[in-house]
């Protein structure tokens, strides 16, 4: 592992442990150049994924970047950063067992939005707006009708 304070190609494991539900593993590694120290994060991967934009543009799938986007949606809601890395990992999970090396971005944002729903109802459709591209508030008046969402605002009246 290539050290990241001086570049150099080696590193020690001082220290491994599992983490995320044994999904990932942990190791602090050390520099013999520089002595510096870093962690590191190894997790399996079953298979490399391309995820196939509706542009036409195929992409590398790119785990962090769902993260970004996940957490995007779910900046200032009360959910235990735990929760959300096991709802990636799930998503993950299904997106690799699907068989298939490419999968329509399309196959993603449904898995997201189903996954958020049952977590977060506002992260979910903070996410719906960007990934439907709502225009307008009539958008998110005719979505809100369509998921049932906005039901219990009517039940409490």
Do not use: W
């Not at 490399?48 to 962090?64: M, Q, V």
């Not at 944002?109 to 990934?131: F, H, I, P, T, W």
Request: with cysteine; charged share 40%; proline share 4%.
């Amino acid at each position: 592992m290539k050290c990241p304070f001086c570049g150099h190609l080696e590193s020690q494991v001082k220290d491994s442990r599992p983490s995320e539900d044994g999904a990932v593993i942990r190791r602090r590694r050390s520099c013999p150049e520089c002595e510096g120290r870093f962690t590191t994060f190894e997790r399996v991967q079953l298979r490399e994924l391309t995820i196939a934009k509706r542009s036409g543009r195929r992409a590398p799938f790119d785990r962090e970047k769902l993260m970004r986007s996940i957490s995007i949606a779910m900046r200032k809601r009360p959910i235990d950063p735990e929760r959300v890395e096991r709802m990636v990992s799930t998503i993950v999970r299904q997106l690799e067992s699907r068989g298939e090396t490419e999968i329509p971005s399309n196959v993603v944002g449904e898995l997201v939005m189903k996954a958020l729903k049952s977590l977060d109802e506002v992260a979910y459709v903070r996410y719906a707006s960007v990934y439907r591209d709502f225009r307008e508030t009539d958008d998110f008046a005719r979505f809100l009708g369509e998921e049932g969402l906005s039901d219990r605002e009517e039940e409490s009246e």
